[in-house]
C-alpha cells in the first residue's frame, strides 16, 4: 500500500532563508508525486508533481522538488521564503492507473519569523 | 486555476440534523473525491466517483453518503449529524484518461461544527 512520511510537523524559518521540506513515500511501483499548499481555512492548492523525466521538478510560487527514487524522496525546496508562503504543505503520492487515489502524509506546518 | 465550488464554507448545525455538502465543478472531470481532514492532520479520502452514477467508499469509513446524478455536482449528505462529524470536508475532482488524470485540484472546504 502506499504511504507517505512527511517527518517535519512544523518548521520555523526566518524570511529570506532557504527551505528544505521533506517528504519520503512508500510505492512498490513508479509513483506519481504531488506538493500542495493549503492556507488558513483553505483548500488546497497544487505547487508541482513529478509524473517522469526530469527528476527536478519546478513549481509555482519559486518552489521545486527533487525526485530521488533511491532513496523514496520528494523534498520541496525554496531559495527565499517570504511571509506569505507560510501555510501547511502536504506531500502526496498516487498510483499509476485504477482509482488513482491521493494517500498525503500528515502534512508540514512552515512558519516565518520576520 | 481550477472551478471548484464548495458550499457552504462554514456550518454549524445541531446534533441529529440531516445535512448536505455542496460540491460542483465546472470543467467538465469525469472523477470526484471527498476528503475529510481534522484540524492539523493529513487528508483521508471518504468517497469517489469515476462519473454519472458510480460511487465509491474510500480508504476513511464514513457515515456520510454521496450521489453523482450529474457530472458537475458530488453532494455528500449526512442524515443524522453528530459531534464526531465535526471536521472540514474537501472535494476535488480530476479528469479520466492520460497523464493529468493524476492531478487532483481542490475546492475551499466546508468547515462543519456539530453541536
Known amino acids: 500500500a502506499q504511504s507517505v512520511t512527511q517527518p517535519d510537523i512544523h518548521i520555523t524559518v526566518s524570511e529570506g532563508a532557504s527551505l528544505e521540506l521533506r517528504c519520503n513515500y512508500s510505492?512498490?511501483?513508479?509513483?506519481?508525486l504531488f506538493w500542495y499548499v493549503q492556507s488558513p481555512g483553505q483548500g488546497l492548492q497544487l505547487l508541482l508533481k513529478?509524473?517522469?523525466?526530469?527528476?527536478l521538478v519546478q513549481g509555482i510560487k519559486g518552489f521545486e522538488a527533487e525526485f530521488k527514487r533511491s532513496q523514496s524522496s520528494f523534498n520541496l525546496r525554496k531559495p527565499s521564503v517570504h511571509w506569505s508562503d507560510a501555510a501547511e504543505y502536504f506531500c502526496?503520492?498516487?498510483?499509476?492507473?485504477?482509482?488513482?487515489?491521493?494517500?498525503f502524509g500528515q502534512g508540514t506546518r512552515l512558519t516565518i519569523n520576520p | 486555476e481550477a472551478d471548484i465550488y464548495q458550499t457552504p464554507r462554514y456550518l454549524v448545525i445541531g446534533t441529529g440534523k440531516k445535512i448536505t455538502l455542496e460540491c460542483s465543478q465546472t470543467?467538465?472531470?469525469?472523477?470526484m473525491y471527498w476528503y475529510q481532514q481534522d484540524p492539523g492532520m493529513e487528508l483521508h479520502l471518504i468517497h469517489y466517483?469515476?462519473?454519472?452514477?458510480?460511487?465509491e467508499k474510500g480508504d476513511l469509513s464514513s457515515e456520510s453518503t454521496v450521489s453523482r446524478i450529474r457530472t458537475e455536482h458530488f453532494p455528500l449528505t449526512l442524515e443524522s449529524a453528530r459531534p464526531s462529524h465535526t471536521s472540514q470536508y474537501l472535494c476535488?475532482?480530476?479528469?479520466?484518461?492520460?497523464?493529468?488524470?493524476?492531478?487532483?485540484?481542490f475546492g475551499p472546504g466546508t468547515r462543519l461544527t456539530v453541536l
Open positions: 476535488a475532482s480530476s479528469v479520466m484518461g492520460g497523464a493529468g488524470s493524476d492531478t487532483q485540484y
Open positions: 510505492y512498490g511501483a513508479t509513483p506519481y
Open positions: 513529478y509524473f517522469s523525466g526530469d527528476t
Open positions: 502526496a503520492v498516487s498510483g499509476y492507473g485504477g482509482a488513482q487515489k491521493l494517500v
Open positions: 470543467m467538465g472531470h469525469d472523477k
Open positions: 466517483s469515476y462519473g454519472v452514477n458510480s460511487t
